[in-house]
């Protein structure tokens, strides 16, 4: 089975600062990852994705990950972040052939005035 | 609108009462699936389900069932509650693993 890490719990960043959250999962083999974001008292929805093609994936919000297969990482980043951004954020993985998406423990983002 | 609904949002019931969360989509979705939050723990899956009528277990089954009569609705059952499934519970629906998956707003249960 997969695991998914994310060293960090959480990340304290000042307004309009870079950002960068960290994914690391466990199997080599071919593998989807995804990016949630969950804001407080809702559900989770995707930010970004990859399945294949470019390691360099945009997603919404102007955040975009890259896919390292060498180190088996998926980081996420913003080059400026808003107020806004504060949120938790989760990195997921399924492979082919499983029938589960395993998340990590999430990174509380909080982003200071 | 596309959306997962769930209901209740805030439960609280007493160690032993069964009680059911129900879950619909309206996407047509084959794929859905249950999750439950805890600090430090991130998601962990308790049952998935493929299609009307094809479920399994996830990672954290124990004390859980489901049923897939209908394939826009997944209620989460639970025979006789304890207080170590007081969790945060999601439920989630797509058209397969890779492709997003859509999430209620959640349902907050407490047992005691």
């Known amino acids: 089975a997969q695991s998914v890490t994310q060293l960090d719990s959480q990340v304290p960043v000042f307004e309009e600062a870079p950002v960068e959250l960290r994914c690391n999962y466990s199997?080599?083999?071919?593998?989807?990852l995804f990016w949630y974001v969950q804001y407080p008292n809702q559900g989770l929805q995707l930010l970004l994705k990859?399945?294949?093609?470019?390691?360099l994936v945009k997603g919404i919000n102007g955040f975009e990950a890259e896919f390292n297969k060498s180190q088996t990482s998926f980081h996420l980043r913003k080059p400026s972040v808003h107020i806004s951004d504060t949120a938790e954020y989760f990195c997921?993985?399924?492979?082919?052939?499983?029938?589960?998406?395993?998340f990590g423990t999430g990174t509380r983002l909080t982003v200071i005035p | 609108e596309a959306q997962v609904t769930q209901n209740p949002r805030y439960l609280i019931t007493v160690t032993g009462k069964k009680l059911t969360v129900t879950c619909s989509q309206n996407?047509?979705?084959?794929?859905m699936s249950w999750y439950r939050q805890d600090p430090g723990l991130g998601l962990r899956q308790i049952y998935y389900?493929?299609?009307?009528?094809?479920?399994d277990k996830g990672d954290v089954p124990e004390g859980y069932k489901v049923s897939r009569k209908e394939k826009r609705n997944f209620p989460l059952i639970l025979e006789s509650p304890s207080p170590n499934q007081t969790s945060l519970y999601f439920c989630?629906?797509?058209?397969?693993?890779?492709?997003?998956?859509?999430f209620g707003q959640g349902t907050r249960l407490t047992v005691v």
């Open positions: 389900s493929m299609n009307v009528e094809v479920t």
């Open positions: 997921a993985v399924s492979d082919n052939g499983a029938n589960n998406l395993f």
């Open positions: 990859y399945l294949s093609g470019s390691t």
């Open positions: 996407m047509n979705h084959e794929y």
């Open positions: 199997s080599s083999v071919s593998v989807y």
């Open positions: 989630a629906s797509s058209w397969g693993l890779n492709t997003e998956a859509f």
